[in-house]
């Protein structure tokens, strides 16, 4: 199984940009699937996750400006990022939860991060 992450790259503030993370492999199911964050010097942090019945979580830090979605069919996780700050720029990593066919458990799987840069 693996997440591969797309989208990120240099804005400037007041921008837009759109991450894409698909999943592949053998997978039977997914339950959760989000979006961590880690700037420079600083610990990971959760942006905002989605549940497979589509509930979402977010940072108090970006509740309004960014919003997460998923695509069930194409196993793939979106974050859309409006009114990009300064301090959104980090590498953004997207997370989930997936079923194996064949196990009987979920497994946390990460992908390989993509850097935002939000200049002022």
């Known amino acids: 199984v693996q997440l591969q992450a797309s989208g990120g790259g240099l804005v400037q503030a007041g921008g837009s940009l759109r991450l894409s993370c698909a999943a592949s492999?053998?997978?039977?199911?997914?339950?959760?699937m989000d979006w961590y964050r880690q700037a420079p010097g600083k610990q990971r942090e959760l942006v905002a996750a989605i549940a497979r019945g589509g509930s979402t979580t977010y940072a108090d830090s970006v509740k309004g400006r960014l919003t997460v979605s998923r695509d069930n069919a194409k196993n793939t996780v979106y974050l859309q990022m409006n009114s990009l700050k300064p301090e959104d720029t980090a590498v953004y990593y997207c997370?989930?939860?997936?079923?194996?066919?064949?196990?009987?458990?979920?497994?946390?799987?990460w992908g390989q991060g993509t850097l935002v840069t939000v200049s002022s």
């Open positions: 492999g053998n997978i039977f199911s997914i339950n959760a």
């Open positions: 997370g989930a939860d997936i079923l194996v066919s064949g196990s009987s458990h979920y497994t946390r799987y």
